[in-house]
Nanobody, 127 residues
Framework: QVQLVESGGGLVQAGGSLRLSCAAP????????MGWFRQAPGKERECVAA????????YYADSVQSRFTISRDNAKNTVYMQMNSVKPEDTAVYSC????????????????????WGRGTQVTVSS
């Protein structure tokens, strides 16, 4: 079992920045593909960013392209998502997820392929 713990959420003004972190305490997840998902009230969960376990392949949803950056530090068992130029429509609960059964340079955007999920962190963007 892999426990994922998100942090870094909070209230931010439109145009501001936040950095989310996802840690797996006591667990090495260097061979897991990772993803960040978000879900706003009344909306479906969507993958906003994903990174292969090799770290060299990333994916971004169109809505966050050029504003969000996903990265990973396997030595620290941590994945990050830098969120810049945030907008009110970015308001959601953000969760990280880990997928163990994918090749080295593959990103995963489909929730059912993920094996482990964090509980999420709330991000609220005020206008």
């Amino acid at each position: 079992q892999v426990q994922l713990v998100e942090s870094g959420g909070g209230l931010v003004q439109a145009g501001g920045s936040l950095r989310l972190s996802c840690a797996a305490p006591g667990r090495t997840f260097s061979s897991y593909a990772m993803g960040w998902f978000r879900q706003a009230p009344g909306k479906e969960r969507e993958c906003v960013a994903a990174i292969a376990w090799s770290g060299d392949i990333t994916y971004y949803a169109d809505s966050v392209q050029s504003r969000f950056t996903i990265s990973r530090d396997n030595a620290k068992n941590t994945v990050y998502m830098q969120m810049n130029s945030v907008k009110p429509e970015d308001t959601a609960v953000y969760s990280c997820a880990a997928a163990s059964r994918v090749p080295r340079s593959v990103v995963v955007v489909t929730p059912r392929w993920y094996d482990y999920w964090g509980r999420g962190t709330q991000v609220t963007v005020s206008s």
